[in-house]
């Protein structure tokens, strides 16, 4: 049901889809359905090092595009089903290599504070919480862990190349240290809404990556493991050793017409 604040800014102000611009709906059918119109593995280039393998719902282009930026940027909190039933898609088509066992576990990269207090919300972490939904609907286990955390400030991405965007990076994410078990316990699917220079899933790949050696050494440690070493790693799926995923709404084109045979 939809907010008394939003009924009367519906009489108000024209109603319009968030998508296409569509008179009297807030989004149309064919601007929901080309949301998750077929997902595919992307790969940007310069593909930075530690990227692991990240599945996209759509081309950041057109009514994607818009109903994203209304989403973050506007406000407009009623399209993070749609965005999150994409990502869910994503998800599906990056999470389902044979071998691997438990939940699925989606990590949303975070906002800096300054964006999610300027927003009034975090809007990757309400997108993964609408995925996780859908998947369980679907008879897949899944939960959010939003245990992903800035240790330090980072500037501005905007106007940013590949390479600074990485710089900027590098070394910005942690894993909060109540996070550290949990991750132990599924399938690590690092979720974002959007893929451009992929520096951003790089760096939480990174984090991730960090807490799985320590807990990889300390069971090396540990008289009772005779099976020390595997860190818990996953070999199937290529470019995926360790087998941590990714999983967007959206990627740069370009990112999806590397791909195509």
């Not at 995925?131 to 501005?156: I, K, N, P, Y």
Request: hydrophobic share 45%; net charge positive.
């Amino acid at each position: 049901m939809r907010g008394w604040w939003q009924e009367i800014v519906g009489l108000v102000l024209p109603v319009v889809c968030a998508g296409c611009g569509r008179p009297r709906t807030e989004l149309c059918e064919e601007c929901a359905a080309g949301a998750a119109a077929g997902p595919r593995r992307v790969r940007p280039a310069p593909e930075p090092a530690g990227l692991p393998v990240v599945h996209a719902a759509a081309p950041y282009e057109n009514a994607v595009r818009a109903m994203l930026l209304a989403h973050k940027e506007r406000g407009v909190l009623g399209l993070a089903g749609v965005l999150g039933g994409a990502l869910a898609a994503a998800v599906r088509a990056g999470a389902g290599y044979p071998g691997e066992r438990g939940p699925l576990l989606l990590v949303p990269v975070p906002s800096t504070r300054r964006a999610t207090a300027g927003r009034g919300h975090d809007p990757v972490r309400r997108i993964a919480a609408a995925a996780a939904a859908e998947l369980r609907r679907g008879g897949t286990s899944a939960r959010v862990l939003a245990v992903l955390r800035q240790r330090r400030a980072v500037a501005d991405q905007a106007g940013l190349g590949a390479r600074e965007r990485q710089a900027n990076l590098a070394g910005a994410l942690v894993v909060a240290d109540g996070g550290r078990r949990l991750l132990g316990g599924g399938r690590v699917v690092l979720v974002d809404d959007l893929l451009t220079t992929g520096a951003s899933l790089a760096e939480a790949a990174r984090a991730v990556r960090e807490v799985r050696e320590v807990g990889a050494g300390r069971a090396a440690r540990a008289p009772s493991d005779t099976s020390a070493g595997t860190g818990g790693a996953d070999h199937a799926g290529e470019g995926a050793p360790d087998g941590l995923r990714a999983a967007v709404v959206a990627a740069s084109p370009s990112a999806f017409e590397i791909n195509r045979n």
